[in-house]
């Protein structure tokens, strides 16, 4: 995609990635509107960065959902890129039962969210001359977390929702771009400094010179053996992978 001249909507942008990324797109001079739940945080963000603007949304709820593209589409009729990047990722244990209520949650966030805030804007985004939905999925859909087993399948059906959409898209103005990343030491599960995760600007600098590219995934260099990993043969690196998890644990701030 371009990297300047856009109006770009980001869910989940004000903490994290999404905030990272918002923030250096528009420090590139596009028009960045973001959004989150809570009012009194998209105040703060925005009046950190004039001229970034706000829409208050829930993606788990269709109606929110709804309204929030209503208002974007009447507001800012130059929309032409979607960044689907709101989520969460709690820790579980699939060993025994699973908190339906929590996995109902994590299923509408991450997975329902996205498909359903890009329906509610996919037509818009056919009447721009170039136009760009971006979805964050994570290296977890290629080599699943097993403590977090239900936001690794989330991603998993992401990644494969990205993959149908950008076909059937193929002979339209819309591109398909994915984001894949690493463990990168933000606040979606704890930041602690852990040697382990990317630093946040590292991962925001290379993204974006990843995204100003046609790739159709966007990831870093030093997940790429991950990325490669599915196949007959993915079962030795995800033992191993999680196993280190085992001996080793993620800091949770717990």
């Given at each position: 995609m371009e990297l300047t001249g856009n109006t770009i909507f980001i869910t989940g942008g004000t903490s994290g990635i999404g905030r990272g990324i918002a923030e250096a797109l528009h420090r590139l001079g596009n028009q960045v509107i973001i959004s989150g739940r809570r009012a009194a945080l998209l105040e703060e963000v925005t009046a950190a960065h004039p001229g970034m603007a706000s829409i208050t949304l829930d993606v788990t709820s269709l109606d929110s959902i709804r309204a929030a593209a209503a208002e974007l589409i009447e507001r800012y009729p130059d929309l032409n890129v979607v960044f689907n990047n709101a989520g969460f990722m709690p820790f579980d244990d699939v060993s025994g039962p699973v908190d339906d209520e929590v996995a109902q949650l994590l299923i509408t966030t991450n997975l329902l969210g996205p498909i359903r805030v890009t329906s509610a804007l996919i037509e818009h985004l056919k009447t721009r001359p170039e136009a760009t939905v971006l979805y964050t999925s994570s290296v977890l859909a290629f080599v699943p977390i097993a403590s977090n087993a239900i936001y690794s399948a989330t991603k998993a059906a992401l990644h494969a929702y990205a993959l149908s959409q950008r076909f059937q898209l193929r002979n339209t103005n819309v591109r398909v771009q994915e984001i894949a990343p690493p463990w990168v030491d933000t606040d979606l599960i704890y930041k602690s400094g852990d040697p382990r995760a990317m630093p946040l600007p590292e991962f925001v600098e290379q993204t974006?010179?990843?995204?100003?590219?046609?790739?159709?995934?966007?990831?870093?260099?030093?997940?790429?053996p991950m990325r490669d990993n599915p196949g007959a043969g993915e079962h030795a690196l995800f033992e191993a992978f999680n196993q280190s998890l085992v001996e080793n644990p993620i800091p949770t701030g717990v």
């Open positions: 974006l010179a990843a995204l100003a590219t046609d790739a159709p995934e966007v990831f870093v260099e030093a997940i790429r």
